[in-house]
């Protein structure tokens, strides 16, 4: 699925497209710094009936939120240098009770999801906006 967004508000057209399609417990979700990963959090979480104030996992790695049908683990690997320190953050324990995991800069881990059903986002910055693409 693509998506072209020009004003922060079609995030919402947005993630009511993608909320149908969510499959499988985690969302890799790449794009620069400041491409949006966050926002499409935020709005995907409010989506999903929760109350919690979402913010970027930047400096926790990880964020929890809850919603009707179940605990959302947001992480942001962005600081993660390699494999073992997402094992020691306890990666797998999070995957395993997990109703959604959200993964921003997921390329660190991305090898060791072979074999495991996952989405991808990818938010590129152009000049009139945004371009998603949903996988």
Request: with cysteine; proline share 4%.
């Amino acid at each position: 699925m693509e998506f072209k967004l020009n004003k922060i508000e079609d995030w919402e057209q947005v993630v009511q497209e993608i909320l149908p399609e969510l499959k499988h417990n985690i969302l890799l979700l790449k794009g620069n710094l400041g491409a949006g990963k966050t926002t499409f959090s935020k709005y995907l979480l409010k989506a999903l009936g929760s109350n919690d104030e979402v913010s970027s996992p930047t400096y926790a790695i990880v964020n929890e939120y809850h919603t009707p049908k179940g605990d959302i683990f947001h992480f942001d690997l962005y600081r993660i240098k390699n494999i073992g320190e997402v094992y020691d953050i306890g990666m797998d324990e999070y995957l395993d009770r997990a109703y959604l995991c959200i993964i921003e800069w997921p390329e660190v881990y991305e090898e060791e999801l072979a074999g495991q059903p996952y989405h991808e986002m990818r938010i590129e910055t152009t000049p009139e906006g945004r371009k998603i693409c949903f996988s």
